[in-house]
């Protein structure tokens, strides 16, 4: 579980983070990475549909992806604002740790090129 200072709650910051951030998609996750200038701590959300399947599946895929991120929020730039949409397969798919890490890796590259661009 991820601490409650790490998590993205609001839906107005999913929104701001989906369509304003970076995105990198591996295998059955898509990274959603959008770098703001607060001196917040990094947050993360996930976004899991039915399209991935029923409750248990469901709930197994938001497991599996917040253990994969967890070891990640230290690495995260501050006031970064993360989401990761889980795809069809992902409660089952045996590289979805290794697709999580490198979507996010990818999507925060791309939002700080993005960043430094502008």
Avoid: W
Wanted: aromatic share 2%; hydrophobic share 45%.
């Amino acid at each position: 579980m991820l601490p409650a200072a790490n998590r993205l709650r609001t839906a107005a910051d999913f929104r701001e983070t989906t369509r304003r951030g970076a995105r990198a998609t591996r295998g059955c996750a898509v990274a959603y990475v959008c770098l703001t200038d607060t001196a917040r701590p990094p947050r993360v959300g996930l976004i899991v549909g039915k399209a991935v399947g029923g409750s248990v599946s469901r709930h197994r895929a938001a497991r599996r992806i917040r253990a994969a991120v967890a070891g990640q929020v230290a690495g995260l730039p501050v006031g970064a604002l993360v989401v990761i949409r889980a795809l069809p397969g992902a409660d089952t798919d045996p590289r979805l740790t290794l697709d999580v890490t490198e979507a996010v890796q990818v999507a925060t590259d791309k939002s700080r090129r993005a960043t430094a661009a502008s």
